[in-house]
């Protein structure tokens, strides 16, 4: 009677009951390892069984996981795309099978935009441009030499990123992209990468600035540079994206100089997206934006930091 319906219709119990599998990249950076933790919380919080597969940064795992999920019938599929190419195939299956995708955090490039629901992202491009504006106005008219250590090879982000960091910088003839290669999203491949630049630029004396995809890449950066004798954030200027705690503590410390926030919450709007599509075949628009905020050192960086211990990190 009334009380077992009060009962279903309290948030409590007001449980979706859908099964989800996420194929998730892996947990190459802090950001996604928060990502990965808000996933798991906002399933949690609406009664979604989460299937969660760690994909290593392999696509031909991601396929298999895709594939695992349709075989098991799941209600839909998050896919966090390492490359944005080569998914055509395994998401016709997911579409044959009636099962829903929402992509998370990066695009794929296909022509047939009815293979998944919705994409959950931020404008990579815009990211990109925001960075680099930062760095041109703090640049002027002086000469400025930047290094860049991309994302990984393909993915949308590293291709966005890269397009519109040369979008802010063009025209400036006195800053100049000298060096560009992937350190694949992660510390360790970041510093690697950042050692062979300062090896080639004079010991680093001749460069002004690096511009990183992602935090972890920069703070493997920092670490380059200070073994190299430099001060990272005055010798060598230090922009990134992401946003993510351990950036704010280099801020703090005056070895970074500006990030572009990144929500790890990509979840929250796919499983929305998904509800509201589930229960009366609502259509989701292609692009669910998040927003993207530039964070300097005179944002309060260690206040900053504190405030994202809450938020997945
Ligand atoms: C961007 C996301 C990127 C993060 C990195 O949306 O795909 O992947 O910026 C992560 O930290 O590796």
Redo the contacts with the bound molecule.
């Keep these: 009677g009334l009380a077992l319906a009060t009962l279903l219709a309290s948030p409590v119990l007001a449980q979706s009951g859908m099964t989800v599998g996420f194929s998730q ?1 892996g947990s ?5 390892a928060a990502e990965t933790s808000v996933t798991r919380e906002e399933a949690k919080k609406r009664g979604i069984d989460l299937k969660f597969a760690d994909a290593q940064q392999k696509q031909e795992n991601q396929i298999k996981a895709i594939r695992s999920f349709v075989a098991q019938g799941v209600d839909a599929i998050l896919l ?1 795309p390492v490359v944005a190419t080569g998914w055509d195939q395994v998401l016709e299956e997911a579409k044959d099978a009636d099962i829903p995708v929402v992509l998370l ?2 695009n794929i490039e296909t022509k047939d935009d009815s293979l998944y629901l919705t994409a959950v ?2 404008d ?1 491009v815009h990211e990109g441009k925001v960075a680099g504006d930062y760095l041109v106005g703090q640049v002027g008219s002086k000469p400025c030499k930047v290094v860049e250590l991309q ?2 090879t393909g ?3 590293a291709i966005a990123r890269k397009k519109g960091f040369e979008e802010a910088i063009a025209g400036k003839s006195n800053i100049t992209l000298a060096r560009s290669q992937t350190g694949d ?1 992660t510390r360790t491949k970041g510093k690697e990468v950042m050692e062979s630049f300062i090896k080639a630029e004079n010991g680093g004396k001749d460069i002004c600035a690096v511009y990183a ?4 890449m920069a703070v493997g950066a920092i670490q380059a540079i200070k073994e190299a004798g430099l001060k990272p954030g005055t010798d060598i200027m230090v922009v990134s ?2 946003a ?1 705690p351990d950036i704010f503590q280099a801020m703090a410390n005056g070895e970074a100089n500006a990030t572009v926030e ?1 929500t790890p919450n990509m979840a929250g709007p796919a499983f929305d997206a998904l509800e509201a599509y589930k229960k009366d075949g609502k259509e989701p628009p292609k692009w669910i934006q998040t927003e993207s905020k530039l964070y300097t050192q005179a944002d309060d960086p260690k206040g900053v930091m504190e405030a994202k211990k809450g938020m997945g990190y």
């Design positions: 990249v190459e950076s802090g950001w996604r966090a955090d990066r992202t931020s990579q994302g990984t993915s949308s982000p999203f995809h992602n935090d972890d994206i992401d993510v990144l």
